[in-house]
């Protein structure tokens, strides 16, 4: 049997959604020139909408709301990235049914939530009825968790590149009542707030991590001036 392989940390950082993508664009690419499966955890600097890769409507306030918008490498809905917590993996799944990917790349996202006393459950909706919003949390899906009650926590979504994935999604915490109803017209989820702060957070998610997604340890190794220089070029050109 081959030895586990060894999976990359990227600490975590806060920066503008244009370069919160760039990297998640780099990160699977690595994975497809042969690099390590990767981790990472990430804020955003500033509110900014996240915009499904085949999302082509969307209101015309969003423009003028004072929000960065951003074109994701994945699919689904749109995600307002305020009062979250976003992740992103990259690796080359066993599996080949999506759902039980899915699953499979959520489970430590269940185990730390359920260590907190939050346990979450995969959504039922059909992914027709969600593409008809143009919220992602408007409704949830096999690929998303939800709470006891149906309030939806966490949002995921995929790439494929032949056999790699790019999965990243958004966990809520203390999302804005009055930005969100300005977008979406509606109230967020209400959420029972987590026993944690930001960085207990971070480290509880990592520990979960290692323990149901990657095998073993994590290895923290943060982002290099080469890198950064390669992450630039993915940069867009222009807001959508």
């Given at each position: 049997?081959?030895p586990?392989l060894?999976w990359?940390?990227?600490?975590?950082?806060?920066?503008p959604g244009?370069?919160q993508?760039?990297?998640d664009?780099?990160?699977?690419?690595?994975?497809?020139?042969?690099?390590?499966?990767m981790l990472?955890?990430?804020?955003?600097?500033?509110p900014?909408?996240s915009l499904?890769r085949?999302?082509?409507r969307w209101?015309?306030?969003w423009?003028?709301a004072?929000?960065e918008?951003?074109r994701?490498p994945?699919g689904?809905r749109a995600?307002?990235?305020?009062?979250?917590?976003t992740y992103a993996?990259?690796?080359q799944?066993?599996?080949?049914s999506?759902e039980?990917?899915y699953?499979?790349?959520?489970?430590?996202?269940?185990h730390?939530?359920?260590?907190?006393g939050?346990?979450?459950?995969?959504?039922q909706a059909?992914?027709?009825?969600a593409a008809?919003?143009?919220?992602?949390?408007?409704?949830a899906t096999?690929?998303?968790l939800?709470?006891g009650?149906?309030?939806k926590?966490i949002?995921?979504?995929?790439?494929w590149?032949?056999?790699?994935l790019?999965?990243h999604g958004?966990l809520l915490?203390?999302?804005p009542?009055?930005?969100?109803?300005?977008?979406?017209?509606?109230?967020?989820?209400r959420?029972?707030p987590?026993?944690w702060?930001?960085?207990?957070l971070?480290l509880e998610l990592r520990?979960?991590?290692?323990r149901?997604?990657?095998?073993?340890?994590?290895?923290?190794?943060?982002?290099?001036?080469?890198e950064?220089?390669a992450?630039?070029?993915?940069e867009?050109?222009?807001?959508?």
């Amino acid at each position: 049997m081959s030895p586990p392989l060894l999976w990359r940390w990227i600490p975590p950082l806060t920066a503008p959604g244009r370069i919160q993508m760039a990297i998640d664009r780099w990160m699977l690419q690595q994975l497809l020139r042969g690099g390590p499966p990767m981790l990472r955890l990430y804020r955003w600097s500033a509110p900014a909408l996240s915009l499904g890769r085949h999302q082509q409507r969307w209101p015309d306030h969003w423009r003028t709301a004072g929000v960065e918008l951003v074109r994701r490498p994945s699919g689904g809905r749109a995600v307002l990235h305020h009062g979250e917590l976003t992740y992103a993996l990259v690796m080359q799944p066993q599996l080949r049914s999506r759902e039980a990917v899915y699953r499979h790349c959520c489970l430590w996202l269940q185990h730390a939530l359920a260590s907190a006393g939050q346990p979450l459950q995969f959504g039922q909706a059909a992914a027709s009825t969600a593409a008809q919003r143009s919220s992602c949390f408007a409704t949830a899906t096999a690929a998303d968790l939800v709470a006891g009650d149906g309030s939806k926590r966490i949002g995921s979504a995929q790439l494929w590149q032949g056999a790699a994935l790019l999965q990243h999604g958004s966990l809520l915490l203390d999302p804005p009542i009055e930005l969100w109803r300005r977008l979406f017209g509606v109230d967020p989820p209400r959420l029972a707030p987590l026993p944690w702060d930001a960085q207990q957070l971070e480290l509880e998610l990592r520990r979960a991590a290692e323990r149901h997604l990657c095998g073993g340890a994590l290895i923290e190794q943060p982002l290099s001036p080469e890198e950064w220089s390669a992450i630039r070029a993915l940069e867009p050109g222009a807001a959508v």
